[in-house]
């Protein structure tokens, strides 16, 4: 009652602390900037509306789809990885499904932290603040809010999850994406929202939620490395798709990064998100990391990502009029004595919509009284060119550099135009693989286990050192690697769903003695445990066997190890723990003779005979003895629970 108390006084210590700090800073903030005004100046109200609609949809499917409303820590995940092209179900649901509850909540935090950067890049309104906001549905701040940015994110979990590798779950494809276009406009801030605040905002999370934590030593269950367990292609995938989306976007509007702050934060940012972190599943829990290769591909990424974004609109191959045709070259070098005596122009004006004004300008700038009447101006300008580089009485001198041939092609081909093709080739690199392995279609014996337990569908066993045919479902060998990959563990089937998942390695139920597995579809669930017990050898390996349950119903015996076999001999005897139809027994063998003789593992403080040795069960060990001699020959498989 005390531990309660006390943990309730601290998440208001902290709500309230929090609060204050910000609100004193405010108060000491004596730049004259006004935050609101800055945030309303792009936000609807100043708040970023699209990004709290999207986290409130991530968060339904969880608790509904997933139904983590019913268990928060255990949701339904296998159904709703994107595991086909076949499987529309999951390939819709899997950009915004995720694994567990911690995963949910990882993703969001980051979402919170850098998505209202790129919403307010993009802004609520697109242009000035006025009637024109609202000229139609498109320019409506309120649907480009409420309905036009959450679509758009939509659409972009649903491109991370076709051209993703693998049964990829969870919305981090698209916190990336939000990174990849907040950093062209706002690359700093995106670095420390994604670092930093991403951190802090998670250290709130947990001190409001478990305000007192208590833990122990414990040894940890085998696992894969901390970036084998990260989705990089996806990641990389989203944050290429927003990066190409942001400079698109802000190319049109004019707008440009400075080159090093752009620079340093994508550098920073590959780095810090474990961008560089290449690998490859070698199979039965072994990996191999490219670390070098990431590295270079990072920092080599990170330079043509800046190109794009702030590299000159001059053309890759000048001409030898100085990097301009030769129209342009013409024009420009003969309008600048005559646009003192003309009305100056923009280059998107005809002639005729000049202003008086700009007679007026023209003639003040020049010093001379110019009276040129609007025909004769636009006659000139037709002889000689406009400010755009066209002439229009010049067509030799146009053919020569728009002959439509490849050298000319590349001639208009801007260096920021080719570093930024080169980002949307490394993208189509990237996302290329997915589609072979995204047309995975189960066969209908695809269970490898002897035995199963079958599910509304799904099939769960346990097998080991079988082909992984998700991974193997196309043979590629590369730098001494393949795909021909083996697994072992619990694996669930489903050829309806084109589902073959390793749900439980082998090694990791060694470890915890049992685990359970969800399978399920919309509106329902069903839970299947399976259980492993075993006996280990003295100085040798251990027999085990392994059980599946479904819920409400009795076990089922689906898997039966090798027999374990002793280092020691009694009485020139050799003894084998062997596994056999859900019992253990002992074999006694005589060394000279051959013979043998089986007796069942007693019960404890038991006793049996077999071979003239006498086995003694103590516990969770088992002795054996001849006349004097008594040596321990097995114990009890121990988990950690």
Request: charge should be negative; proline fraction near 5%.
């Amino acid at each position: 009652m005390e531990v309660r108390v006390l943990s309730a006084v601290l998440v208001g210590l902290v709500a309230v602390t929090v609060v204050t700090s910000i609100g004193a800073v405010r108060l000491l903030d004596r730049s004259g900037r006004r935050w609101s005004a800055v945030l309303q100046a792009r936000l609807v109200m100043g708040v970023p509306w699209g990004t709290l609609v999207v986290i409130c949809f991530v968060l339904s499917i969880y608790l509904f789809v997933q139904d983590g409303i019913t268990a928060w820590h255990r949701p339904v995940v296998i159904p709703y990885r994107a595991w086909s092209y076949f499987y529309p179900l999951g390939m819709l649901t899997a950009p915004f499904s995720h694994a567990s509850e911690g995963h949910l909540v990882g993703n969001l935090v980051g979402a919170l932290a850098v998505a209202p950067i790129a919403e307010y890049a993009w802004g609520h309104y697109p242009r000035d603040r006025g009637s024109a906001s609202f000229s139609s549905w498109r320019r409506n701040p309120w649907i480009r809010a409420l309905v036009i940015f959450p679509l758009v994110v939509i659409g972009v979990g649903l491109a991370t999850s076709l051209f993703a590798l693998g049964p990829v779950i969870g919305f981090s494809g698209v916190v990336y994406a939000f990174a990849g276009f907040a950093i062209v406009r706002y690359p700093i801030a995106t670095l420390i929202a994604v670092t930093s605040a991403q951190g802090a905002l998670m250290t709130v999370y947990r001190a409001i939620n478990q305000p007192i934590y208590v833990t122990t030593a414990q040894a940890s269950p085998p696992s894969a490395p901390g970036w084998a367990t990260i989705a990089i292609q996806g990641h990389a995938l989203g944050f290429l798709l927003g990066f190409c989306c942001a400079v698109v976007l802000f190319q049109r509007r004019g707008v440009r990064s400075d080159p090093v702050r752009l620079w340093v934060a994508l550098v920073l940012f590959g780095f810090a998100k474990s961008l560089w972190a290449i690998y490859w599943f070698r199979g039965s829990e072994t990996y191999v990391l490219y670390r070098g290769l990431g590295v270079v591909v990072v920092t080599t990424l990170a330079v043509l990502a800046t190109l794009a974004v702030v590299s000159s609109d001059r053309p890759l191959f000048p001409s030898s009029t100085g990097g301009r045709p030769a129209s342009q070259q013409t024009s420009k070098s003969t309008w600048r004595p005559l646009e003192l005596g003309l009305p100056s122009i923009r280059s998107d004006e005809s002639p005729d919509d000049s202003s008086s004004a700009s007679h007026s300008d023209a003639r003040s700038r020049s010093g001379f009284d110019t009276d040129i009447d609007t025909e004769s101006s636009t006659r000139i300008r037709e002889l000689v060119g406009d400010p755009g580089g066209r002439l229009e009485s010049a067509p030799t001198a146009e053919r020569s550099t728009n002959d439509g041939t490849i050298g000319s092609a590349l001639s208009s081909i801007t260096r920021r135009e080719l570093a930024f093709v080169a980002i949307v080739v490394v993208l189509a690199l990237i996302s290329g693989p997915a589609l072979p392995f995204n047309i995975f279609v189960l066969e209908d014996d695809s269970s490898p286990g002897e035995e199963s337990i079958t599910v509304e569908g799904y099939s769960i066993t346990y097998a080991e050192d079988v082909e992984n045919e998700l991974i193997s479902f196309i043979d590629i060998s590369m730098f001494g690697e393949d795909t021909a990959v083996e697994t072992s563990g619990v694996i669930v089937s489903n050829p309806d769903r084109n589902i073959w998942d390793d749900a439980v390695s082998a090694n990791r139920l060694a470890f915890s003695g049992q685990s359970t597995v969800h399978v399920g579809g919309p509106g329902w669930r069903e839970s299947v445990t399976a259980f492993r017990q075993g006996w280990s050898a003295t100085g040798g390996e251990t027999a085990y066997q392994i059980w599946l349950q479904q819920s409400g119903e009795s076990a089922q015996h689906v898997f039966t190890s090798e027999p374990a076999q002793t280092n020691v001999q009694l009485a020139g005897n050799n003894v084998t723990v062997v596994p056999d139809g859900g019992a253990f027994y002992l074999v006694v063998e005589n060394v000279d003779s051959g013979a043998e003789e089986s007796v069942r593992i007693p019960m404890d403080d038991g006793t049996v005979e077999a071979g003239g040795v006498t086995f003694e069960r103590e516990g969770s060990r088992i002795y054996g003895e001849v006349d004097d001699t008594r040596v321990q020959v097995a114990n009890r498989e121990r988990y950690n629970r």
